[in-house]
């Protein structure tokens, strides 16, 4: 592989979510890059402070975004200025979800939430909710009073992805009846058995895809072999939660994760560099 180093002008900045899930996915991209010679300086934090740096051109590439509907408020704002690169992996989507051992005839909607009965058996009428600026957070809010929820009294916390995977090991060890907000890709669904909940309203977006974005300029001055390359990289749902566990679970940090899956699985890797 040659090296871009010296055909790109600067170290390239690269942004991501400061959340395992999104890092792990940003991280399989920061490897490749540096397969390819690049130097590459990780900067990461909430949403609401990324997206204008990338359309500000403070970051050359950013990941991940989840368009057309979870990220749409974050999109509006850089879709002037930044371009889609690839798309990373399918099938990203939102949903409050209650433990399986709570019977589906009793809950299996959002809509049953807002029955006096159904909210009377819950351990907890409280939500914990992640960031305030993440697209989960603003959804659960709405939806709390879309369905009548908040008349029962559901309400939602605000706190932070650590927040949410206190809350559910704890409810879950305890048997609480409670409900959570969660999304895919997200290693807690693969630990514990969580039943989303349907949402015939809509108030979640249809699954997304979560893409790579980068500011247009940035994009069009790098070589052409980063392009090719970068623009390849796809790969499945189950790997972000794969690398997640491995970040949660087993003290890896994001690019450890990413490099373990990548070396597990070398025929998807080779067919981004060909």
């Known amino acids: 592989m040659t090296s871009a180093e010296n055909r790109f002008p600067h170290a390239l ?9 999104h890092q792990v996915a940003a991280a399989v991209v920061e490897d490749v890059l540096l397969r390819l010679g690049h130097t590459v300086n990780v900067v990461e934090g ?9 359309a500000a051109g403070d970051m050359d590439l950013f990941a991940d975004a989840w368009l057309p509907g979870g990220h749409e408020v974050y ?15 399918e099938g990203c989507m939102f949903y409050w979800a209650v433990p399986a051992y709570i019977p589906e005839s009793l809950i299996s909607s959002l809509e049953d939430l807002a029955n006096p009965e159904v909210a009377d058996r819950m351990t907890t009428l409280t939500v914990q909710g992640t960031t305030p600026g993440a697209g989960l957070t603003m959804r659960s809010e709405k939806l709390i009073e879309s369905y009548g929820l908040a008349t029962v009294g559901w309400q939602q916390n605000i706190g932070d992805l650590q927040a949410i995977i206190d809350t559910v090991n704890q409810r879950m060890t305890a048997g609480d009846w409670f409900a959570t907000p969660l ?10 058995d969580l039943r989303p909940l349907a949402d015939p309203l809509g108030a979640f977006p249809a699954p997304d895809r979560a893409s790579l974005l980068a500011y247009r300029k940035s994009w069009e001055n790098m070589p052409e072999e980063t392009r090719r390359v970068v623009s390849r990289i796809h790969y499945p ?8 566990r491995a970040v949660n679970l ?25």
Not at 251 to 271: D, F, M, S
């Open 46 to 54: 909430p949403h609401p402070e990324m997206y204008p740096q990338l």
């Open 13 to 21: 900045g690269y942004g991501r979510i400061n959340e395992s899930f």
């Open 250 to 274: 087993d003290g890896k940090n994001p690019l450890e994760a990413a490099r373990e899956w990548l070396e597990r699985n070398p025929e998807t890797v080779n067919a981004w560099f060909v």
């Open 75 to 89: 999109w509006e704002q850089v879709k002037d200025t930044a371009v889609e690169a690839a798309v990373l992996y």
């Open 183 to 192: 999304w895919q890709p997200q290693y807690l669904n693969d630990v514990y």
């Open 237 to 244: 749902l189950a790997a972000v939660n794969e690398m997640d």
